[in-house]
Nanobody, 125 residues
Framework: VQLQASGGGLVQAGDSLRLSCAASGRTFSNYALGWFRQAPGKEREFVAA????????YYADSVKGRFTISRDNVKTTAYLQMNSLKPEDTAVYSC???????????????????WGQGTLVTVSS
C-alpha cells in the first residue's frame, strides 16, 4: 500500500492542524493505520493508531486529549486532528500501515510494513 501524508505547516501554540494520510494500491481496510513523529535530534515516537475498522484508537500519553485519529475506509484516508498544539509537538509526522494479520502492538514502529513520506509540523511559541 502506498501512503501519502499531507497537511503539515507552521502554526502558533494553541492552534490546530489536521493531517491526512491518503492510501492507494491495496485494500485499505486490511491495515491498521498509525501516526509517528520524529523531532530533530530525537528518535521516532508513536503518536496515535487506529484499528482497521476504526473502532479502536490508541494514543501516546503526550497527545491524549488533544489529538484525534480517524479514518474513512471509503475515501481510503486516515486523519490526525491536532488541537492545542504545543512547541514540543514540532516534528516530522509520518503515517504507516500495519497489516491486519500482524497482532503485534500498535505502539512499535517495526510492526508497520508501509510508510508514507513525512509532513513537517512546526509549532511556534
Amino acid at each position: 500500500v502506498q501512503l501519502q501524508a499531507s497537511g503539515g505547516g507552521l502554526v502558533q501554540a494553541g492552534d490546530s492542524l489536521r493531517l491526512s494520510c491518503a492510501a492507494s494500491g491495496r485494500t485499505f481496510s486490511n491495515y491498521a493505520l498509525g501516526w509517528f513523529r520524529q523531532a530533530p535530534g530525537k528518535e521516532r515516537e508513536f503518536v496515535a493508531a487506529i484499528s482497521w475498522s476504526g473502532s479502536t484508537a490508541y494514543y501516546a500519553d503526550s497527545v491524549k486529549g488533544r489529538f484525534t485519529i480517524s479514518r474513512d475506509n471509503v475515501k481510503t484516508t486516515a486523519y490526525l486532528q491536532m488541537n492545542s498544539l504545543k512547541p514540543e509537538d514540532t516534528a516530522v509526522y509520518s503515517c504507516a500501515a500495519k497489516p491486519i494479520y500482524n497482532s503485534g502492538t500498535y505502539y512499535l514502529d517495526n510492526n508497520y510494513d508501509y510508510w508514507g513520506q513525512g509532513t513537517l509540523v512546526t509549532v511556534s511559541s
